[in-house]
């Protein structure tokens, strides 16, 4: 193996990868940087020219493969800068991270500085664009001087400097002096001296941000010193690339720069991850809510978007985000520094997380942001963050920000944010120098505890002493050895804040999912059947997971489990079965398992908040390292170097000598000692630590979803771009086809585990988060290429235009409510079209945004089965397509396109009720139509009938229906999910009487259709003789009004049984025949539905009143009962109803005598039969006219209700009366059966049971 293989090898284990210098090339000379997005306009001196990597060492490593174009654009992403002595020449650091293919992440570590142009050609060419520019400028004089209205600030410090425009007074002087020199913005070579941007950059595998910035600081004070450097700087260089290791985990390491040494550390096994940018500082600068706010805006993988003028910024807040993720980690798009040429990736229709630099005199609207629906936009410079629509809380948000707002408080920052830290451009002043190497041993000293407190004061009057005989001078940069401890001290306060805020956040997500390896679901026997079988696969049980949490939380817990870092998360638990775990995971389960140890609270899942026990011993650890280094890397040393070579020419960084930093060098004794102690304790940390940075996340990110490819992604040329959109669309395809699986998935999974009666559909949260994340993808959808847009909502702008080219073709509709046409028995309602939907939805008065107009349409057009077909019809329009979006967006590829809807199109063989559920103070238009027996329909002319509709949100109050009409349309505010309805009739005559099939009810606005199955008369003398019915409805399939038990699709949404057409003609017989085991059976069927209902989530529960009065339902299994084995002594009879037994029962338990049989003692008011005979005088006594199968229904309501029923039950089976009305082997008389079917309503019970106004109206008890 050769030399530079050797080195390349055991690269990962080095400190640092990579050294680049970028910068201009003489040999090229100046070529604009066309995707800065500057014009001609500006002079020269401020435009951006392509900057080049001049030198790189070493070539190459094995693990991580040098990208030289992705490296120059994030070294200097605005290009080669420009300056003469007028202007500021501070130096500027930055820093980056990039992520190789296998998901290995590096940091990059940028100084800045400006040097003395010295090539003869970059100064005429610069000389001569000036020229030129004075030129062109002077010829359009009268038309920028009319339009300079306004004077700009000069040119600042910050990064957007580098390529700001030139100032409006400039150019008004300019005008006036032909040929001003001296200006800003202007360049003579005869009176300025021309500066052009350089940049050091250390790529390292972790983020050692601090040792970094010390280590390139130092070498550009070396280079910008009049005195040479103790040794040349290739030394240095070489040094810290190829003999500086990584610390091992738990330790800390001082190595030396160019003045002094440098400490850099690394968390232990069992601590949190290394993370050195100040977290500080990005609560500084936009406060504890608003960091807290975009915490939950990344946690639920929106669109992030920072801006600032400052990259350090931007990279401090972006990395700030990330560490706080733990245990979870960002799996989408990450580039916190996107220079110009890559603002088309603001096109990504996928989640992100993006930093764009904000260019001084640009607005916001500057910024192609194709759709904004999920966009969390973040302006840093401005402390504000614009989170998206309805986002949910985080849990526990109060409690969370007040103990943030404490630690804060500990260090001296204000919790409410808008500091302005300290600039990036004092990187010079504020890392210390210290020229003495005497100095330099006492700070070892000092660091390692060697040097006391009176040798510190000695030591600082012989410095003082030193200064004075100097006459008051100081060597450049050199500062007092009280002011390097002082920033020593800054730091080590910075680290300790970085600490003890992650372990609040990371003791939040122990106690939020402190439980959740419980409810991972290994199915797999083996992980190739679990990989191929990956996306039908349920990893995580999510119903159960949720029903356990405290409703505070629902909202954001429910959607954080659909995201893709907590699908990951799951299947790195699911993968560690049979790999290695994950180091995050590792750590997290351990952290639990060790608090679950110590947890002497039984309540493992106590709604009250815990503040987190341990943030001072976290910090004692990083102190303990910081302040005493566990061991020392070799100093530099003199190299094998070519006389001449490494002379120092201040000002000037130098041509550095290729051949001995191109490879490490083993010439030198010390440097085999380094190589040795590397082979024994790092070897350590690298086969454990290293790798799980290494090898274990490219494990993880082969295991898991794919993601998009950061070299693809930083590649500005066409063909990378046109890939990376094609990539786009192949994802969305793969992103519906996945969701509307779950939907089916989730609705399918309900119905097979009902098995009993009640709501087969998902309801409640889980539906309102799975039509969220739909929703969401369709504007991210819509929004990819779009280069036309109204608002904030790309899907709702291509509605609003394709509105207004229907609206130059067609006459206006009529609304939902004004269409007055005629129906037939049971006929449909007429869907509305696009345009019709679209309009009731710009009506409704609810002040809805863009965004939450397009969500409303989606929910409606879901609701109503027309979702694929409306946006098929809205994407016919090939014109407006053409006009509205480029050529490589989604909805411009047509294969892609026609698959996308036909996935949407399969969303409807599910039933949802989202619209209804989510828009619920709106007004809807309702149909009720009457639909009597038709041999008898004649009849309906001699009634007076009238209705009150009821839902889950209210009823209708009661509707007059017209004289000789069967149908009336009224308005009212949504009444929700429809359960019953109250159908009476005013006329009490004997002739006023009809016989009643069903009554239909129709939601004008979703095309709903209920049905409510009567089957019995209404009017006196015929019957039970009831003039007002409580009819229990169901939800009808389309097309199913003529034959409800014929369903084209899935069950209805409610599943609600329907009440069949009782032989209310026939004999008694009839009804007396079921078998004795059936009706216990269905007795034992209805309350067991009854248990299961109230078992369920809340959210997911069903209809109650259909349970209880539906078919199969409560009252009729119990009517079933009393009837088994009723007396029948005459061959014609008029029908006998259970109620008459009731009654007079209750009549002969009120002789005294009688109940002096059944008890022995005379009853004390209170007792079963005492309520008995009290609850049926107040059914009796209501003014409802319900019938006697009215009054048991209500009878049986009230008795679970008031868990009297299985008291009453033995009451009646005791009752002399009993023995005369039932027959020997009637279940009323079999003492067995009774008790049995009172213990079974017994353990109803424990049950709250909630009855609708509808039901027990005028029962005064």
């Known amino acids: 193996m050769s030399a530079a293989a050797a080195a390349a090898g055991s690269a990962s284990c080095r ?30 001196i401020r435009r951006s020219f392509k900057s080049k990597v001049l030198v790189h060492y070493p070539e190459n490593t094995d693990r991580n493969p040098f990208n030289k174009d992705a490296m120059n654009m994030l070294c200097m992403p605005r290009g080669l800068s420009f300056r003469t002595q007028a202007d500021r020449l501070d130096p500027l650091f930055h820093s980056f991270t990039i992520s190789s293919d296998d998901g290995t992440r590096s940091y990059g570590f940028v100084h800045t500085f400006y040097e003395e142009v010295t090539s003869p050609q970059i100064i005429t060419a610069m000389q001569t664009l000036n020229q030129m520019h004075h030129v062109e400028h002077q010829s359009s004089s009268s038309a920028s001087s009319s339009s300079s209205s306004s004077a700009s600030s000069p040119s600042t410090s910050s990064m957007d400097s580098l390529v700001s425009s030139l100032d409006e007074s400039d150019a008004e002087s300019l005008v006036g002096i032909p040929g001003c020199l001296g200006c800003a913005g202007s360049f003579d070579p005869a009176c300025d001296t021309l500066y052009v941007s350089k940049a050091l950059c250390l790529l390292t595998p972790l983020p050692f941000l601090q040792a970094s910035r010390q280590f390139l600081s130092q070498l550009h004070q070396a280079v910008a010193s009049h005195t040479a450097p103790p040794l040349p700087l290739e030394s240095y260089i070489h040094n810290i690339l190829y003999e500086v290791p990584l610390p091992p985990p738990g330790r800390s390491l001082r190595f030396h720069g160019v003045h002094r040494p440098i400490v850099c550390q690394r968390p232990g096994p069992g601590e949190l991850p290394l993370g050195e940018y100040p977290l500080g500082e990005a609560f500084s600068l936009l406060g504890v809510d608003n960091m807290v706010q975009l915490l939950t805006c990344a946690f639920l993988e929106t669109q992030v978007i920072l801006y600032s003028q400052d990259y350090q910024r931007l990279m401090t807040v972006a990395e700030g985000v990330t560490t706080l993720l733990f245990p979870f980690q960002w799996q989408h798009i990450y580039l916190p520094i996107v220079s110009a040429p890559l603002h088309h990736l603001l096109d990504a229709p996928v989640p992100f997380l993006i930093g764009i630099q904000h260019r001084d005199g640009a607005q916001r609207s500057s910024l192609h942001l194709p759709h904004e629906a999920n966009l969390c936009f973040v302006d840093i410079d401005n402390h504000c963050v614009e989170a998206p629509e309805d986002l949910p809380t985080f849990p526990d948000q109060t409690e969370l920000i007040q103990e943030l707002s404490e630690v804060l408080l500990r260090f001296g920052l204000p919790p409410q944010g808008g500091v302005v830290t300290k600039p990036t451009t004092t990187a010079t002043s504020t890392s210390p120098r210290v020229s003495s190497l005497v100095l330099e041993d006492l700070m070892e000293d000092r660091r390692n505890g060697n040097l006391g407190g009176e040798e510190l004061a000695v030591l600082e009057r012989l410095q003082a002493l030193a200064r004075r005989c100097g006459g008051g001078k100081r060597s450049e940069g050199e500062q007092t050895l009280g002011h390097v401890f002082e920033e020593e001290e800054e730091e080590l306060k910075a680290a300790k804040l970085n600490i003890q805020l992650r372990e609040v956040f990371a003791g939040r997500f122990a106690a939020l999912f402190g439980r959740y390896e419980d409810f991972v679901i290994h199915s797999a026997l083996d992980l190739d059947s679990w990989l191929s079988n990956r996306e039908g696969t349920i990893c995580f049980d999510k119903g159960s997971f949720l029903s356990v949490q405290p409703t505070t939380h629902m909202r954001f817990m429910s959607r954080f489990l659909e995201t893709s870092m907590f699908s990951t998360f799951v299947d790195g638990k699911v993968i560690s079965r049979w790999a290695d775990r994950d180091p995050l995971q590792l750590l997290f389960d351990n952290r639990l398992e060790k608090e679950r140890l110590y947890d002497t609270d039984q309540d493992s899942h106590s709604c009250h908040y815990r503040k987190c026990t341990t943030l001072f011993e976290s910090a004692q650890a990083t102190e303990r390292r910081l302040l005493k280094a566990d061991h020392t890397a070799i100093h530099p040393h003199l190299l094998d170097m070519r006389i001449g070579q490494g002379r120092h020419q201040p000002g000037y960084f130098p041509k550095l000598q290729a051949d001995v930093l ?25 086969a454990t630590d290293h790798s799980g940075v290494d090898n274990e996340q490219r494990q993880k990110h082969t295991f898991a979803r794919k993601n998009f490819r950061q070299s693809k992604l930083l590649d500005p040329s066409p063909r990378a771009v046109t890939q990376t959109h094609r990539e786009f669309v192949d994802g969305l395809l793969s992103e519906c086809r996945l969701k509307t699986k779950r939907m089916l998935m989730e609705r399918m999974g309900k119905e097979s585990v009902e098995l009993g009666q009640g709501e087969a ?34 899907l709702w702008s291509h509605l609003l235009h394709y509105q207004a080219a229907q609206g130059k073709t067609e006459a206006p509709a009529e609304s939902p409510g004004s269409d007055q046409r005629t129906f037939d028995d049971g006929a449909l309602l ?26 409303a349409w989606i929910h409606l057009a879901l609701e109503k089965k027309m979702l694929s077909q409306h946006l098929k019809e809205l994407l016919t329009n090939q014109n407006l397509l053409g006009q509205l979006y480029k050529p490589h967006a989604f909805l411009l590829c047509e294969e892609e396109r026609e698959q996308f809807l036909f996935h949407l199109l399969s969303l409807n063989t599910v039933d949802y009720l989202c619209f209804t559920r989510v828009f619920t103070s709106i007004s809807i238009p309702y149909r009720v139509v009457i639909i009597p027996m038709k041999k008898l329909s004649i009849a309906m002319a001699t009634v007076n009938p009238w209705v009150c509709v009821s839902g889950e949100l209210g009823d209708s109050g009661v509707r007059q229906i017209p004289k000789n009409t069967q149908e009336i349309f009224f308005q009212c505010k949504n009444l ?60 009808v399939a389309p097309g199913g009004e003529e034959d409800a038990g014929r369903w084209t699709g899935t069950p209805p949404e409610l599943a609600s049984p329907s009440q069949s057409v009782r032989a209310v003609l026939g004999s ?19 309350a067991n539905n009854l248990v299961k209902h109230f078992h369920k989530p809340e959210q997911e529960r069903g209809n109650l009143t259909v349970l209880l009065c539906g078919e199969g339902g409560l009252v009729l299994s119990l009517e079933n009962f009393l009837l088994h084995g009723f007396k029948s002594n005459r061959l014609f009879q008029r029908n006998v109803f259970v109620w008459d037994f009731v009654e007079k029962a209750v009549v002969s338990m009120e002789t005294a005598d009688q109940m002096d049989d059944l008890h022995g003692s005379t009853l004390t008011k209170g007792t079963p039969c005492d309520s008995l005979c009290r609850y049926v005088k107040a059914i009796n006594a209501s003014p409802r006219n319900i019938g006697k199968e009215g009054k048991f229904q209500l009878f049986v309501c009230l008795g679970i209700r008031d868990r009297l029923l299985s008291q009453w039950l033995p009451l009646m089976a005791e009752c002399p009366l009993t023995a005369r009305t039932y027959e020997d082997g009637a279940l009323l008389r079999d003492r067995a059966a009774v008790h049995s079917l009172s213990r079974i309503l017994h353990t109803l019970n424990e049950f709250t049971v909630t009855l609708e106004t509808a039901l027990v109206k005028g029962v005064d008890l």
């Open 15 to 44: 400190f640092a990868h990579y050294f680049v210098v970028c910068g201009v090339d003489a040999a090229t000379g100046l070529e604009p940087d066309d995707g800065a997005g500057e014009t001609f306009e500006q002079s020269p």
């Open 761 to 794: 559909n998902i309801t409640g949260l889980q539906e309102n988060t799975l039509i969220h994340g739909l929703c969401d993808l369709l504007e991210r959808t819509w929004g990819h290429g779009l280069q036309l847009k109204q608002g904030k909502s790309a």
């Open 830 to 855: 007429l869907r509305g079209s696009l345009i019709q939907d679209m309009r009731f939805i710009q009506t409704m008065s609810e002040g809805l945004s863009e965004v939450g107009q397009a969500r």
């Open 662 to 686: 191109a490879q490490g060098q083993n010439t030198n004794k010390r440097s085999s000692r380094v190589t040795a102690s590397r082979r024994t304790d790092p070897k350590r940390s690298t």
């Open 1068 to 1086: 008694l017989g009839s009804r007396s025949r079921m078998h004795s085991v059936e009706v216990q059976e269905n007795m034992r069927e209805a």
């Open 976 to 1035: 929700g999910r429809l359960s019953t309805l109250q159908l009476g009739q005013e006329n009490s005559g004997l002739l006023a009487k009809c016989l009643i099939d069903c009554v239909m009810v129709y939601n004008e606005v979703t095309g709903h259709t209920y049905r409510f199955p009567c089957g019995r008369w209404l009017g006196k003398g015929v019957g039970d003789g009831s003039l007002e019915r409580v009819l229990i409805g169901q939800l």
